[in-house]
């Protein structure tokens, strides 16, 4: 079903191109990006790699960071209510007016990249896993505790394991914004990388191949929601299994 929603919106894409008469410049065909993505294959290639490469470093660095931090912030309400109100601050600045700013820290490069990658996927990492610990039910952590379980118990046996389906659900989201997080970091402050290769792209006004860029990009981010989909299912299949086992719907 996904592959005939993809080939009808390309078969209209198309049509609507060609009807209408757009110039290449202005909305290039399909077909055109296609051929466009064959002749620059090396340098997409290339350019697409340093994408990744610097989006799956910075995302495993939010991964880690999200996970500890949010271990953290979530197990006690007196720093989660402390904390959260930063952090939203936090968020709600726009990642591109970092980049300046990181630019004069570390120069042109991966650097900036990663930490930009780092910065935009690291949040959703971090909220999900300290409220899927912070949403213990108090209940539940006294008849623990009646049963003479400590915090740290009830944080490693009962939190951590509550907040999985919420840390890898949050994983789906990361990995996307990772590479938007990459890409921004990219047209501004690197000379290498889809991001990069779209600026030079628009420069020579070689349209098609700015789309081919867009494309390419897609792409890597379907594969990574994918890959983080499988892990997902590996990884919490017992949170969502009696949702598909009909004898448990009886």
Same mark, same amino acid.
């Given at each position: 079903?996904?592959?005939?929603?993809v *080939?009808?919106? *390309?078969?209209i894409? %198309?049509?609507?191109?060609r009807? $209408?008469? #757009?110039?290449? !410049?202005?909305?290039?065909?399909?077909t055109? +990006? #296609?051929?466009s993505? =064959?002749q620059?294959?090396?340098?997409?290639?290339?350019n697409?790699?340093?994408?990744?490469f610097?989006t799956?470093v910075g995302?495993?660095i939010?991964?880690?960071?999200?996970?500890?931090?949010?271990?953290?912030?979530g197990?006690?309400s007196?720093v989660?209510?402390g904390f959260?109100?930063?952090?939203? &601050?936090?968020?709600?600045?726009?990642?591109?007016a970092v980049v300046p700013i990181?630019?004069? =820290?570390f120069?042109?490069g991966?650097?900036? /990249?990663?930490?930009?990658a !780092?910065?935009?996927? $690291?949040f959703?990492?971090?909220?999900?896993?300290a409220? &899927?610990i /912070?949403t213990?039910e108090q209940?539940?952590?006294?008849?623990?505790r /009646?049963?003479g379980?400590s915090?740290r118990? +009830?944080?490693m046996?009962v939190?951590i394991?509550r907040?999985?389906p919420?840390f $890898?659900?949050?994983?789906?989201?990361?990995?996307t914004v990772? #590479?938007v997080?990459?890409i921004?970091?990219?047209?501004?402050?690197?000379?290498?990388g +889809?991001g990069h290769?779209?600026?030079?792209?628009?420069?020579?006004?070689e349209?098609p191949?700015? #789309?081919?860029?867009?494309?390419v990009?897609?792409?890597?981010?379907?594969?990574m929601y994918?890959?983080?989909? !499988?892990? %997902?299912?590996r990884?919490? &299949? =017992?949170?969502?299994r009696s949702? &598909?086992?009909p004898?448990?719907?009886?």
């Amino acid at each position: 079903m996904p592959w005939l929603v993809v *080939f009808s919106l *390309f078969a209209i894409w %198309e049509g609507t191109v060609r009807l $209408f008469d #757009f110039p290449q !410049f202005i909305l290039p065909a399909p077909t055109v +990006i #296609f051929e466009s993505m =064959w002749q620059w294959r090396v340098p997409i290639i290339d350019n697409a790699m340093q994408t990744a490469f610097t989006t799956v470093v910075g995302f495993g660095i939010a991964i880690v960071f999200g996970l500890v931090t949010g271990v953290l912030i979530g197990s006690s309400s007196l720093v989660y209510n402390g904390f959260y109100p930063v952090l939203i &601050g936090f968020n709600s600045i726009p990642k591109v007016a970092v980049v300046p700013i990181l630019v004069i =820290w570390f120069g042109i490069g991966t650097v900036p /990249a990663i930490i930009t990658a !780092f910065l935009i996927s $690291f949040f959703p990492i971090l909220v999900n896993v300290a409220t &899927g610990i /912070a949403t213990v039910e108090q209940e539940l952590k006294d008849v623990l505790r /009646a049963l003479g379980a400590s915090k740290r118990d +009830i944080i490693m046996k009962v939190g951590i394991p509550r907040s999985l389906p919420y840390f $890898f659900a949050s994983l789906k989201i990361a990995i996307t914004v990772a #590479f938007v997080g990459s890409i921004i970091a990219e047209t501004v402050a690197s000379n290498k990388g +889809i991001g990069h290769l779209m600026i030079q792209a628009s420069s020579r006004f070689e349209v098609p191949l700015v #789309f081919a860029g867009l494309m390419v990009t897609a792409i890597m981010g379907v594969l990574m929601y994918l890959a983080a989909n !499988f892990v %997902e299912r590996r990884m919490t &299949g =017992w949170a969502t299994r009696s949702q &598909g086992d009909p004898a448990s719907q009886v």
